[in-house]
């Protein structure tokens, strides 16, 4: 309840320095540009509206 009366108070500069949202290609590359910037362990959350489509989205994720 609380963090719903804060979430407007979050500027989309700071969702965009935290999160990596997008297609699968797009969030690969967020990766990329982390691990070039020196992050050495990405830890990924996959977030979507069903299990079915986090389950695929993380499949498609580990696709190289």
């Known amino acids: ?3 719903r009366q804060r979430a ?3 500027p989309d500069s ?3 320095e935290l999160f990596l949202i997008g297609s699968p290609a797009e ?5 990329e540009e982390y691990v070039r910037a ?4 990405p830890v990924l959350a ?3 509206p069903d299990q ?13």
Request: net charge positive; aromatic share 0%; proline share 3%.
């Open 46 to 48: 996959v977030m979507g």
């Open 38 to 41: 020196g992050i050495t362990i």
């Open 27 to 31: 969030i690969r590359a967020g990766v």
């Open 52 to 64: 079915d489509s986090m389950r695929k989205v993380a499949i498609e994720l580990g696709r190289r």
């Open 1 to 3: 309840r609380h963090r």
């Open 8 to 10: 407007p108070a979050v």
């Open 14 to 16: 700071v969702i965009d």
